[in-house]
Structure formats: structure tokens, C-alpha cells
């Protein structure tokens, strides 16, 4: 494989489609909005677009919760404006790239409703149910991901099914060839359709301990945390026999050229490389998280880039990921200031950068009225903190009602900022978050340096991370400043260097000496000379 395929030299972009725009006036996105925001995306200067679920569903879990793998959900559009999409992305030159959830189906799913029908159905053993424990209790301790047991009742079969989030999104068997089978052949559906890769949901839950055996307890347990928190997960999740089902996925992605294959994991860094596969037969990229779980702090993210950089298994593609619609916004973990900074770090580090729509327009945080909440894990487990809605809030695109997201009434909030925070504005102002976004995203496609070259950090103290990208003759060197004080720093081996970039978008020519001045809350890229 070549060291520049596009999925290692692009850059991945998050849409969620029920607040990327809306075409019909019914207050939630749609495919056909999409598509009138290509050119944007292009103008932008994405490569890839990553649309989470647009699958038939209920929407207990907001198309996490699929209940036909083959079709286009209505609110979302038909296969046909599908179709209309991914030609014309491709026109255009971009990737699209789907989410797939093969952990769990919705309760409405076909398979389920056979499954459910009776114990002989032959459906029965293509999700979990057991019998409650000799005590009549539960089978075992494993708790739901938005709390409570992860086990059902079935009054009519009397057996408990599994559900690792949702009682509405029971888990497949993944043990049952059939299963894996029926999986496969979604995956080509879409693949003929011409997809160029999935993100794949909780890929690391797919396999389940075959004894059931209780999870440990957590001794560190908090009571302001999730109820998940309660175990470690040590048997729900992450078993050796998952590895096998990554690499037959991997397998059905090889059948055509030039796919990718995105893994969802949130595991400990030597776990989350063991994603890879033997002999790299595993996920292209299983997802890193660790910039949005490591506290915003030079020494820290220093320390976990080294890390990450260690733990890859030889020829394994690095890839680093600022935010999702799980995860608070980057602008509401660290603020307006540091959000530029963090955007010249996701840019300039070694692998496939994944950005979260929105972020390039600095939506932070968004508070959602008791009323307006959707999610059902905030539902379930209210007051901790946990609601994902603020991070699921509509796309800003002008200065109209409903920021031009619709002309409905939006299923979620928007910021009530958007008046100042839109893309039309933005795209006016020369130094805006966008304007940033948009020259890292230029200067990485023009210096190979930046999404291939070698990393190598340089040290430093105190609030400044710095690192430099090298490519053949070419070295760059990228210097952030994560505090509020300015600060010195000597640039490596006596280069003196030419500014290429500063996050305050007011630099950009001037040679430096030895010495390199970083303002508060700034970083700059600079060519390294001599
Ligand atoms: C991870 C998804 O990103 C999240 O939104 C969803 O609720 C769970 N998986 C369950 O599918």
C-alpha cells in the first residue's frame, strides 16, 4: 500500500446528519442538506465525510438503534438521494464514509422480532438470552452503558436478553456464523453502492465472554460517575475472540479497492493498538481518543503522543480524533482560545486527523434547557453530566432564523451564539476560527510533512508542546503555547526558521532567529533553515 492512500493523508469530517442541515423543514437534517453542503466541505477542504447513522430506526438511540441495515430511514431521505449523494461527493472528490452498528440491532429489528418470538425460533440464538441465575436474580452484574442492568426480561419467552446500551438495541450473538454472515453482506451492500469505508460502532463489545462470568468491581467507583463505572469490563467486553471478527470485517472491506475500515474503541492505549490486528490484519485505524480524555496540558499530551507513537505496532497508521457526538466540544472543554490551539495540534500531528462538524466554527458549550433534552442516556441517568445533546446541537450556517438550518423548528437548540458564530461570517473574517481551520487544512495538503513526515518531539517546559514533521529535506516545526503566558523558546540543532503559520492567522513569511517569541494561547508552524 502506498504510503499517501487517501484514508492516510486525508482528513475525516464528522457529520451528524440530524443537525448538519435540514432540506424539508421538518427540524432534522437530511441527506439531500448534505448534499447542498458539499461545496462548502469542499471549499473547506475535507476529504472525507463520516455520516453517523442514517439507517431505517426507531431512534431510541438516535440511529444508533437500526432496525433495517439496508435502507435509508425517511426522516434521513430514500436510497435514492443515498445514491444522489455519494455521486456526487465523488464528483466533487470526496470520500463518504458510513457508520455501521453491528453490536446491536434496534427491538424493531426483523431478527429480533423472530428472535423474541419463541425459544425455538431459529432466530433465537442470533441475540443473547439467557436464563435468570439459580437464584432466579439476573444472569450476571453486567450493567447497561446508560445504566441499569444490561439484562431484559422476556415475559413471553422467559429469558433475559442482553443489551449493552438500550433495552430497545438489544446485542447480536456475535458467535453465530449466521449473524456474521447477515453482517457481511450489509456491509457489501453499501460497499456496491460505492461507500469508501465505516466507522464501526463499539467494535470492541462485539464479542462477549462465552461463561458470562461477573465483571470485577470498580474500587474506585465515584458516585458522580456513570453507572457503568461500577465494574470494569473486564468480561462484557474486549475479549481475545473479537480480533477474528475485526479481521473477517477487514477481510469483506479488501474485496474492493481502497476502503477503510474505522474502529469505535475506547480502551487503555495497549489495548486500543491490539485493534490493529496481527500482522496489521485488523482495523485500519481504531480509533485514538486520547486528546479528548488526557487533561488540556503540554506535559500531559507530550507525554501521551510519546505513548502513542511507542505502542503502534510496526507499519500501524497512527490517527487522532478532537471530538464526536458523544464527547464535549473541544470549544467547551478548553474555550475559544485554546480551541485554535487544539486545532493546529489535531492538524499537525503524525496520522489521520478526524474533526467533528462544527468545531471549525467554535460552537463551545451549549446549554440545553430541562425541556429541550433528547438524549436518552441523559433520560436515564439525569443530573450527572452526562447528556450528549450540547454537542449535537444544529450546524451555524448564516445570520437568518435558525442560523439557515432550517426553516422548521430544530429537533435540538441551537447556540444561542449563532448570531455571531456562522459560517457566512465567519468566512469574512480573516482571522476567524474557520479562516484557521481552513489554512491548517491547506498547509497540511501542500507539506507532505505535516500528514506523513516523521514526528520527532522536541523538548520543552511548562505550557509549550513542540514537535517537529519531517518529509525528505523538508522540516517543520510546530510550537503551541497550551497557557495564558507568553513564552522563549531556542529552536532545534541552531535552525532559525521562517513563520508559516501562527493560530492568530497574523503571521505567516517572516524569518525568525534562533529564538521563537509564542504569545499566549499561540502556536505556530515554522519551516525549519539550516
Ligand atoms: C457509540 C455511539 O457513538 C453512541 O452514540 C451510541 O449511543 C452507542 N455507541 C450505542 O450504539
Known sequence: ?????????????QIYPRSFQDSNGDGIGDL???????????????????????????????????????????????????????????????????????????????????????????????YIWRDPAPDGGL????????????????EATEQYYYNAFLK????????NPEVRKAMYDALRFWLNRGVDGFRVDVIWHLIKDAEFR?????????????????????????????HEVVSEMRRVLEEYPERVLIGEIYLPLERLVTYYGQNLSGAHLPFNFQLIHTAWNARQIAALINEYEDALPEGG????????????????????????????????????????????????????????????????????????DPQRTPMHWDGSAQSGFTRGRPWLPLDPRYPSCHVE?????????????????ELRRQHMALSIGRYKPIPTEGDVLAYERQHKAERLLVALNLGEKPHTFLLPDGATGRVLLSTGLDQGGETTGAQVHLRSDEGLIIALQG
Open 1 to 13: 500500500m502506498p504510503e499517501t492512500t487517501w484514508w492516510k493523508r486525508g482528513i475525516v469530517y
Open 32 to 126: 439531500k442538506g448534505i448534499r447542498q453542503r458539499l461545496d462548502y466541505l469542499m471549499w473547506f477542504g475535507i476529504d472525507a465525510l463520516w455520516i453517523s447513522p442514517i439507517y431505517i430506526s426507531p431512534m431510541a438511540d438516535f440511529g444508533y438503534d437500526v432496525a433495517d441495515y439496508c435502507g435509508i430511514d425517511p426522516i434521513f431521505g430514500t436510497l435514492e438521494d443515498f445514491d444522489h449523494l455519494i455521486e456526487e461527493a465523488h464528483a466533487k472528490g470526496l470520500k463518504l464514509i458510513l457508520d455501521f452498528v453491528p453490536n446491536h440491532t434496534s427491538d424493531q429489528h426483523p431478527w429480533f422480532q423472530e428472535s423474541r418470538s419463541s425459544r425455538a425460533n431459529p432466530k433465537r440464538d442470533w
Open 139 to 154: 444472569p450476571n452484574n453486567w450493567i447497561s452503558n446508560f445504566g441499569g442492568s444490561a439484562w431484559e426480561w422476556d
Open 168 to 175: 430497545e438495541q438489544p446485542d447480536l450473538n456475535w458467535r
Open 214 to 242: 461477573d465483571n470485577p468491581p470498580n474500587l474506585g467507583f465515584q458516585p458522580n460517575q456513570a453507572e457503568i463505572n461500577r465494574f470494569l469490563q473486564v468480561y462484557s467486553a474486549d475479549q481475545p475472540e473479537v
Open 317 to 388: 497508521w497512527p490517527n487522532w480524533v478532537l471530538g464526536n457526538h458523544d464527547q464535549p466540544r473541544i470549544g467547551a472543554r478548553v474555550g475559544p482560545r485554546q480551541a485554535r490551539v487544539a486545532a493546529m495540534l489535531l492538524l499537525t500531528l503524525r496520522g489521520t486527523p478526524t474533526m467533528y462538524y462544527g468545531d471549525e466554527i467554535g460552537i463551545g458549550k451549549v446549554e440545553i434547557p430541562p425541556e429541550a433534552v433528547q438524549d436518552p442516556w441523559e433520560k436515564n441517568e439525569p443530573g450527572l453530566g452526562l447528556g450528549r
Open 425 to 441: 461570517g465567519l468566512r469574512n473574517e480573516p482571522t476567524s476560527i474557520l479562516m484557521l481551520y481552513r489554512r491548517l487544512i
